[in-house]
């Protein structure tokens, strides 16, 4: 598209080079054909470096930039706007069941459902109204999935998995995995290891996100359950009976042992560790790579570290060398002092 | 289930209301509907606070409860025997093969082995007496799965990985993946990449379980071994060359870096990491978060922390900001003597 | 194979009984009917227990085998030219479309593409010459895949990724997922959280190869760049907009956050975290388990810990017990002096 059309449709004003654009991209990273943007001329160097072809600025910009120029009221929600013209276009997912999907004859498919290739849906589950199962997905028996929640492709929902409405669950994702759960004892000198059934289900409440290859397991009995707008990155793992009340972020790669409860509202960071049959007040933020071994009752606001402490504690440790060197220093000059 | 129903079939006897139940849960997390237990008198403030509809104790309970009781002589067993009434219903895997599951024709299938739809089984490969095979599952060329094992939807098998009798491996796990092996030199002052070739296989002993999204992969040379009665959590990676003998657990999100060989009756918990080219000795337990950058030889039982080390060190460290307070103090006064 | 016939292709001489040889091994995992080697005399106590079959020797090796030897000029040549004789063959995937994969008519292929059975390619993708997509693949609507380009089983990219030429991508793979992004504010004193749209795409260079079940998020706006000869392990999380510029490893479990740019020839170690929106400078090493908080400009060419630091301030945090019990009785011992 040309600079000038792309000016057009953002109500805004072109100067310099009717550029070819396109794509959209940060400062840094665009290259030629890209648009960029920049509010704050604090940024004033990224502009003058960027390798854009254009760049979104406010009309009182008064810094220039090496390539042509857009000059709109809010250069930052025009870009929101124009990398929508140029994203990939949303794929459409049709009502409709596609030939290969295999869908059990018991199955109950609400209005407007989408069911991709080769998709399997298991006897008596539930696909409610506008819900969109993408190709390659398996939903076990007794599965249940809420209107408008959107399925992403190779998904697996174990039997019983519940899902609210207006939920995404991406790429790889699986819900209802056996938790983990062994009896090990001795019998005859000889490690003895049996499984523990597991008996439960997982219950995901309505619009929770959850991303790319995370694993939830089901409850060994009962439910793991993960409440209403709880955002899940990728590659996090929840253990079984875990309880999430809801209006929490789990971020990548982030853990929750068995049993445990979260709170309204928390925030656990990347690679956070969290242990078993503990709880976790409304409102805690656990810091990234924080291994927490016991409850957090919310006198702490933010933990970080493992074990997991407050920023304070943890910088006295990290400057325990200084401080060490100092004292050694003290002692030697006293030692002197006395002996000399 | 009216719980008098329930009553009956646990040989209990019913106290309250004649609820409805409709699942089982722990007292916390138990809702209307639910049954709840309680063995141990010192949870009664759970039980008098739990919103179950009805809860099993034993009969020498005395501290009542806010719904319905019903006595039993193991509040314990009766729960797993009752969360079996409410647990979904194991899907039945019957023998045979799905109609749109591709068996290469040289596949050696064994008596009673369930095939689901959309999987893939490529030549050589041998699946024995008894398997379960989900649907959308891979398994590559030359591979062998043994008796009873039982492989949920979207695991895949590279070529020529072999799986022993009664394992149970969970949906997403990928067995025999390249591992991470490269030569990396310079030519003509540029950096050159070389892939090592990861010729050997993966190799799972008898009665291991391997949990949703885990990756092990294969040898350089010779097999990656997981030896018997290994239980595996989710999302863990095991490198390429690893040997664990057999008997051990590893919890969700651990990690083995290559040729690490772990003993019997090992412990690795939850987001450690392990070294390459390292032993870690029969009955050895590693922390969760622990990093393993040397062997361990069997003297510390447990270590934790990283580099890893026993919970006293650790402690110590942590300590060690309180502890240089304290010399601190001392040394100051020291001072005021001194110069006063 | 006969150990005679074996020494036969690799130009060497064998010694010893006329063994059955099945398979490739390190001399500590190797048993009966493995092929073994060993170049260098300070592994001679490994030689003298390992249970292989026979053992790969140099010419000039003097210290015998508990087995049959095979003398070589090279050992370590000699038992990859030996690991690919006993290897699993490598799948043919010859050129064409299975019949049951769904390629849109719209999809333009390369010449000798194979695709592999229930594999599902949207509108508008391309796929160039040579490339392998194996079973059960997911390419949504308008992405590329360069030339030579293998991926494997079950992977999924969504709409509008692009991967280079020469590429592995290994099982479980997700490319292109919506990356963690999210809105949260107050609205009548209830939170209120609302997704921002994932508008970017992934693309990732020329001889980039991923292991199984990492996965890399879409971008924000732009691009996801994973630059040319970046070699990713298993398990990794590489968030939205985060810029890698090539020619560097990934090791399994790591994860780099949002909008982070890594230079070219780092070394990112297993387990390691990387802080969001920060820059780590050519020819950085992040050690295993190290957390990166802020931009690393390449004065420390290695850093370990978390915070991340150099490994001598690390070494000094884990020596502060030692090092304060020793001040301790320094201070004591004033004392003594002091007030005796």
Redesign the interface.
């Known amino acids: 598209m040309k600079a000038s059309e792309l000016a057009a449709r953002l109500g805004g004003t072109l100067e310099g080079e009717d550029a070819e654009i396109l ?4 400062l ?3 290259r030629k054909g ?1 648009l960029s943007f920049c509010k704050d001329p604090k940024h004033v160097a990224l502009v003058q470096t960027t390798e854009a072809s254009a760049v979104l600025l406010p009309h009182d910009w008064s810094h220039g930039a090496p390539c042509s120029i857009i000059r709109v009221a809010d250069p930052n929600q025009a ?2 706007e124009a ?2 013209l ?6 459409e997912r049709a009502p409709g069941v596609h030939p ?1 999907a ?1 869908v059990d004859p018991s199955v109950n498919l609400g209005a407007n459902v989408h069911v ?3 998709t ?1 849906i ?1 006897k008596g589950s539930e696909i409610c109204d506008g819900a969109v199962i ?3 997905v ?1 939903i ?3 599965c249940r999935v809420g209107k408008g929640t959107h399925i ?3 998904v ?1 929902l ?3 998995t519940i899902v609210g409405d207006g939920c ?1 669950i ?3 994702v ?1 819900l209802g ?2 938790g ?1 759960g ?1 009896n090990t004892s001795m019998e005859n000198g000889m ?1 003895k ?1 049996e ?1 523990i ?1 597991q ?3 997982v219950e995901i409440g309505d ?1 929770v ?1 959850i ?3 995370t ?1 939830i ?1 089901r ?1 060994r ?3 793991t ?1 993960i409440g209403p ?1 709880t ?1 899940i ?3 996090v ?1 929840i ?1 079984h ?1 875990v ?1 999430i009340k809801g ?1 929490s ?1 789990l ?3 982030s ?1 929750v ?1 068995g ?1 445990t ?1 979260i709170g309204y ?1 928390c925030l656990i960071w ?2 956070a ?1 969290i ?1 078993g049959h503990i709880k976790i007040a409304d409102g805690v933020q656990v810091g ?2 924080a ?1 927490v ?1 016991q409850s957090l009752d919310g006198s702490l606001k933010y933990v970080i ?3 997991a ?1 407050s920023m304070k ?1 943890l910088a ?6 200084k ?2 060197a100092k ?2 220093a ?2 030697k000059e ?2 002197q ?2 002996n000399g």
């Open positions: 794509a959209c991209g940060g840094e990273e665009a890209d870009c929101i990398a929508r140029f994203a990939p276009p949303e794929p290969s295999i991709g290739a080769y399997v298991e993408e190709a390659q398996f076990g028996e007794g992403y492709p190779q697996t174990r039997e019983g995404i991406h790429c790889g699986r995995g056996d983990y062994f490690p290891i499984k059934p008996l439960g289900i619009g996100e991303g790319s290859n694993t397991d409850a009995i009962g439910r359950y707008m955002k990155d990728n590659l793992q253990g009976n309880k209006f972020g971020i990548a790669q853990g042992a049993s409860e509202g990347a690679q560790g242990s990234p790579q291994g071994p570290g493992a074990p402490m504690e006295a440790i990290t400057l325990a060398p401080m060490i004292l050694k003290e002692v006293l030692k002092k006395l």
